[in-house]
Nanobody, 115 residues
């Protein structure tokens, strides 16, 4: 089993920054990709950014140029640096890991951007 733990959410004013962290632990054989998704009530969960084992990154158009996903030297830890935040970025942010054994999600962390 794999556990995913997120941290770093909170309340920030528009234009501000937050950094989310995500760590995967447990019986990990191989993680091919880790990423961040977000969800607001009544809408589907959507991809924000992900990073593949080889280091390639992928971003949703609505965060390009503002958010940066990165990986720690411990490869099972990823970060999401969120700059120039907008009120529409308000959501619960979930970390996801695609592991050899299956797909795993964290419990989510709330990000609220006030105008």
């Amino acid at each position: 089993q794999v556990q995913i733990v997120e941290s770093g959410g909170g309340l920030v004013q528009a234009g501000g920054s937050l950094r989310l962290s995500c760590a995967a632990s447990g019986n990990i054989f191989s993680i091919s990709v880790m990423g961040w998704y977000r969800q607001v009530p009544g809408k589907q969960r959507e991809l924000v950014a992900d990073i593949f084992e080889g280091g390639r990154t992928n971003y949703a158009d609505f965060v390009k140029g503002r958010f940066t996903i990165s990986r720690a030297n411990a490869k099972h830890t990823v970060y999401l640096q969120m700059d120039s935040l907008k009120p529409e970025d308000t959501a619960v942010y979930y970390c996801h890991a695609e592991e050899f054994q299956g797909s795993y999600w964290g419990q989510g962390t709330q990000v609220t951007v006030s105008s």
